[in-house]
């Protein structure tokens, strides 16, 4: 098969209906851990569900959906979160019963109460880092937001804001105790396992590249299917576990590099290879590498890669890439194990904190709470001025929905629309036909179950259509459990749909129209944003105070991973925009997905030589390999920051040259191990060296592959550039 013709497949350049069918084959086909997951999600949901009705439990609804939303990658770490989320659980209801308190008898007071609450929720949805915690208290928060508007006693209104707080708390300790259960059943690091996996659909490719033979059916639909499933998950598992910042950059850059290695293996499987036994040795060793990269994540060691020496054959061109993908997930973790063992406990990594570092200081966050505020907002005013209470199911539909690209917000418009038409198809349907028929909640479990394992199917789906299978779920439950009995008639059911719609329209309004972001701007601007910050970093510490210096380090760490998650973010959202600029935004994004897992790598790299600059106790450097490491720090920023000019159509003024800067480093060396012997820290001066040899040739690299931005994209490989693949 032709390259072009791979490409065409993967990308899924067919006819609609042949598309759609592949579609949704690959997207509903299993994957290792997939059965698991789909298990603990059904399992949890239906036992909140027997509780809830059993024992007439107000809000069973949201109690058996919010079983979807709490993370289930990494069971250890949701256990182990619980008692931080438990603290904002109970904060949430004492901010709400307090509000309530000073703003009920006052209608302006209680609108402006409500207007800064909403503020607040989405303010906190982006900028909290344990993801449970910011989902408990939007959720607590949109539910119980319309019980203060009902006409009844206060006493009634406080007593539906408490069992609310019961349905959810049920709702998560039944959750945290199966997560535990199941934790104990399969022992391990989630992440690691989902990693390995990917590594052994490459080296099942590889072996049979290795043997001379084209890929199966089977490996080539599973390889595939792991590169559209993209990396949106992975990074999920990094941002929902405790990892320290500098597990979760390093673990960051990995899942990046995984995810580049099987996007190419994806589309080599598609190819016929020809080649000689040279060739064939250079696909063994690469198969061997990959073997022992698994191997070694699974079992907590750093990984060691294999060189060899030769050019590689024209006829597999994209070996060369799988081969510089494995090498820079190695170099990730090379030298990290030496800095460790030698650093003191003084320059231990921050703890995890509630909030972001820049959660203040970013004013992204601040435009991604006003934005949602003002969607829910206009949702909370219009339902109460034409006084229909039961579309309030509109500022539910704002905080599940709230994205801050074109892209990402109109996918999950349009799944939150397509699930909520299929769940409300399924229950109503369901009250017509199949309800009147059940007289016991072992039928009714049974249907439940169903429609549970339907929606917990998809939403374990990647991220082109996981969010329709909660969409699924939620509607099907607010018609089912809302009542504790059959119901007679479809108004409700009517008002939930409207409401969902009404919130779909001001979501619309103000993130499309009003606030629109196209996808593809917003990840040219995170990628030049990272640009810059990489290379003030470089500069960095310019304070002597360790504290300032530090804190300054953690800000700038925090603002280029943040930079970084847009940038893939963003990938994913280009996908879902069309029109006259399609094909070179895809070709752009196509381009900065190949250059972002080196940036990161030249990321990682540089926070080892920050401790070096910072001389910290164990790195301390002689005076003049300080000042010739300074320099070609320098060298570097202006390196970055000329890439970041170009990016921008901006002319850069001087070339930095970062070979004269090493060769400097290397000479300051020299003469130190000569003429100064005893202050030359051997093991400091030689990881000092490698670690400034890397990020030169990390950099280079990235300056050679940057071009003229009008040229950028083109001039990406071929294979690259052609294939849009997710």
């Known amino acids: 098969m032709s390259t072009a013709a791979a490409a065409q497949t993967i990308s899924g350049v067919q006819a609609p209906i042949t598309w759609f069918h592949e579609f949704l084959k690959g997207e509903l086909a299993p994957y290792p851990g997939r059965a698991a997951k789909v298990a603990r999600m059904v399992i949890a949901a239906t036992i909140t569900m027997i509780l809830v009705m059993t024992f007439r439990i107000p809000f069973g609804p949201y109690a058996a959906i919010y079983t979807f939303m709490i993370s289930r990658e990494s069971p250890r770490e949701t256990v182990k979160s619980t008692l931080t989320e438990a603290l904002v659980f109970a904060c949430t209801a004492i901010y709400i019963v307090l509000g309530a308190m000073l703003f009920l008898s006052h209608p302006m007071m209680r609108l402006l109460w409500v ?10 949805t982006g900028t909290m880092t344990n993801y449970t915690a910011a989902a408990r208290f939007g959720w607590l928060i949109v539910i119980t937001i319309p019980l203060w508007d009902r006409h009844t006693t206060a006493e009634a209104r406080l007593e539906g804001v408490l069992w609310a707080v019961a349905a959810i708390g049920l709702a998560s300790l039944i959750t945290v105790v199966l997560e535990l259960i199941f934790a104990e059943l399969q022992p391990g690091d989630e992440l690691t ?62 899942v990046a590099l995984v995810g580049r290695l099987v996007d190419v293996a994806a589309n080599a499987s598609y190819l016929t290879p020809e080649s000689s036994a040279a060739d064939q040795q250079r696909i063994c060793i690469l198969t061997e590498n990959v073997g022992t990269l698994r191997e070694d994540f699974l079992n907590r060691r750093i990984p060691q890669f294999k060189h060899f020496d030769g050019e590689i054959s024209t006829a597999l061109p994209l070996l060369r890439e799988m081969e510089t993908a494995v090498l820079l997930i190695c170099k990730v973790f090379s030298g990290s194990h030496s800095i460790h063992r030698y650093a003191p406990p003084s320059t231990a990594e921050p703890q995890p904190t509630l909030f972001a570092q820049d959660a203040l200081s970013n004013p992204e966050h601040i435009t991604f709470a006003l934005k949602g505020c003002l969607a829910a907002s206009l949702c909370y005013v219009v339902y109460n001025a034409i006084d229909w209470p039961g579309i309030s199911t509109a500022v539910t539909t704002c905080f599940l929905t709230a994205l801050s690209t074109i892209g990402s917000s109109r996918q999950k418009q349009v799944l939150r629309i397509s699930g909520a038409l299929l769940g409300a198809a399924l229950g109503l349907g369901t009250q017509i036909y199949v309800l009147p028929h059940l007289d016991s909640i072992a039928g009714f479990t049974v249907l439940f179950v169903s429609v549970t394992t339907l929606g917990s199917w998809i939403a374990t789906s990647g991220p082109r259509l996981s969010y329709l299978g909660l969409q699924l779920a939620v509607a099907f439950s607010i018609i089912n459990l809302q009542e504790f009995t059959i119901q007679t008639s479809l108004a409700p059911a009517r008002d939930r749909v409207v409401g969902i719609l009404l919130g779909l329209v001001m979501m619309w309004v103000v993130f499309d129209q009003l606030w629109g972001i196209p996808a593809i701007n917003q990840m040219k601007q995170a990628l030049v944003s990272e640009l810059r910050m990489l290379a003030q970093f470089s500069r960095e510490p310019l304070s002597a105070d360790y504290k300032v210096a530090a804190e300054r380090s953690y800000a700038l760490r925090e603002g280029i991973n943040k930079s970084s998650d847009i940038v893939r973010a963003s990938a994913d959202a280009i996908l879902f925009e069309f029109g006259p600029s399609r094909q070179p ?48 720090d320098e060298q570097s920023a202006e390196l970055l920051d000329s890439i970041a000019d170009r990016l921008e159509g901006k002319r850069t003024q001087q070339r930095a040259d970062l ?30 060296l490698q670690l400034c040899s890397r990020l030169k040739g990390l950099a280079i690299a990235l300056d050679q592959e940057i071009q003229q931005p009008e040229t950028a994209a083109p001039m990406q490989h071929e294979l690259q550039s052609e294939v849009q693949a997710p």
Not at 197 to 214: K, T
């Open 659 to 688: 070979e004269e800067s090493f060769e400097r480093v290397e000479q300051a060396v020299r003469s130190c191990r000569l003429g100064q012997p005893q202050k030359a820290p051997e093991l400091q001066l030689g990881i000092l």
């Open 193 to 254: 396992r989902l990693l390995a996996d990917r590594l052994r659909s490459v080296e099942e490719l590889l072996d049979c590249f290795a043997a001379g033979s084209p890929a199966g059916a089977k490996i080539r639909d599973k390889i595939t299917g792991q590169a559209m499933l993209g990396t949106s998950g992975l990074r999920r598992i990094i941002h929902r576990s405790n990892y320290t910042p500098l597990q979760a950059e390093q673990m960051g850059a990995v």
């Open 585 to 632: 935004n895809l070709a752009w994004r196509s381009s900065i997905r190949v250059w972002e897992p080196q940036l990161r790598t030249l990321f990682l790299t540089r926070i080892a030589l920050w401790k070096y600059r910072a001389q910290l106790p164990g790195f301390e450097l002689p005076d003049t390999v300080l000042a010739s490491q300074h320099y070609f």
């Open 115 to 124: 207007i800064t609450t909403l503020f607040l929720m989405f303010f906190a």
